[in-house]
């Protein structure tokens, strides 16, 4: 990689005694990145050693990555998931968590300093993302990184902790003492909501995997139920407040929509504008799944007396603090199960298309 390095001044007022304080700002110019240049498998993943770093915006914070998670939305990405709005773009770089180090700060940063160490995500429509050894994040999207955890642990939550956090606290409103439905909670996304739901005061019950159930019982869920050896309709008792759908299918929906409360919420992650946009194009694909989207709410709303929504994952300061407190203090944490170095892309992909690791993979960078 190369850095450029500048010089700056600064003088104190007239009205004290004069005096020059140097210090060195260095930016760096290209560094390594994996960039995808056509959509396809693992194997299209290309770890370059001098790709270009763009001059810096005034809000945005140029992050030294020591660790990066694997999302399931990269991996679509990176099979052609969005390509309606990503391919005129490529070549793009994937990734859109981190863990990692203030190497710089744009002229309007104020709340984070170079040295600093510090974990965020990405908007999922970013063009650049964070497998690359220095990423460009907004300052919103960053916050102090836990002290208690590393970076390999940090670079797991943030992308899966927001997309909850959006659904539970900016869609749902969900406050204590109310009843939260997670399917599929043996996932990052649903692992993160159980735990924002508890430590909000809330009553969770989850469907999930029989080897998920162990760690959602011990993260505050009062019932787990394993989808695969029970009946779900029979398992679960009573209504719900908010329904949170990580699988998305037409039978999830089904039963998600069956057990909620009048005036609940049902959120799912499958929403389908990406899909139509691909089928579709933008000019055809964006209209047709707002209508679907609009037909949807209102039949529920009339039918059923609940709120329809699709739900993703976007930058909240706001929320990320608080991941950031419970993360501290041990009350939010999204297990990995492998980690790669990031010369070895291809293969922690490869692993996730085939199911070899079915938890959270994570890229290390020195």
């Known amino acids: 990689m190369r850095l450029l390095c500048s010089h700056a001044e600064k003088k104190t007022s007239h009205l004290s005694l004069f005096f020059k304080v140097a210090s060195v700002r260095c930016f760096v110019t290209t560094c390594r990145a994996v960039l995808l240049p ?11 050693p001098d790709v270009s770093v763009p001059v810096l915006n005034p809000n945005e914070v140029l992050v030294r990555a020591r660790a990066v998670s694997i999302n399931p939305l990269d991996t679509r990405m990176r099979s052609g998931y969005g390509r309606s709005i990503f391919e005129p773009l490529l070549p793009l770089i994937l990734g859109r968590d981190i863990s990692g180090e203030v190497a710089a700060i744009g002229t309007s940063v104020r ?18 993302g964070t497998y690359t050894d220095y990423a460009i994040l907004s300052e919103d999207e960053l916050s102090p990184k836990p002290a208690s955890i590393t ?14 956090w959006r659904a539970l606290k900016s869609t749902a409103r969900i406050t204590e003492g109310q009843r939260l439905l997670v399917v599929g909670g043996g996932g990052a996304v649903g692992f993160a909501a159980i735990q924002l739901a508890v430590a909000a005061g809330c009553h969770v019950t989850t469907t999930c995997g029989s080897r998920s159930i162990e760690r959602i019982l011990a993260a505050g869920a009062e019932q787990a139920i394993d989808y695969t050896a029970e009946d779900v ?6 209504k719900f407040d908010a329904v949170l759908d990580t699988i998305g299918v037409q039978e999830t929906e089904r039963i998600g929509i069956n057990f909620l409360k009048q005036g609940g919420h049902y959120m799912t992650l499958q929403g389908e504008t990406a899909s139509y ?3 579709y194009g933008m000019a055809i ?6 209508a ?3 037909k949807k709410q209102i039949q529920y709303r009339s039918s059923h007396g609940i709120e329809y929504s699709w739900t993703y994952m976007r930058a909240d300061s706001e929320g990320l603090e608080e991941i950031r407190r419970l993360s501290e203090a041990g009350k939010l944490k999204i297990p990995v199960e ?26 290390e960078l020195d």
């Open 38 to 48: 056509r959509f396809g498998g693992p194997d299209l993943l290309d770890l370059r």
């Open 111 to 128: 709340s984070l300093t170079v040295g600093q160490e510090v974990f965020g995500a990405l908007h999922p429509t970013a063009v650049r």
């Open 151 to 164: 970076h390999v642990e940090a670079s797991a939550i943030p992308f899966a902790a927001l997309t909850a």
């Open 233 to 238: 309709e029979l398992a679960i008792k009573g």
């Open 277 to 279: 946009s691909d089928r």
């Open 285 to 290: 694909g964006l209209p047709a799944a707002t």
């Open 292 to 294: 679907v989207l609009l």
């Open 338 to 363: 492998k980690t790669f170095p990031i010369t070895q892309v291809r293969e922690a992909h490869d692993a996730k298309d085939k199911k070899k690791i079915l938890g959270k993979v994570v890229l």
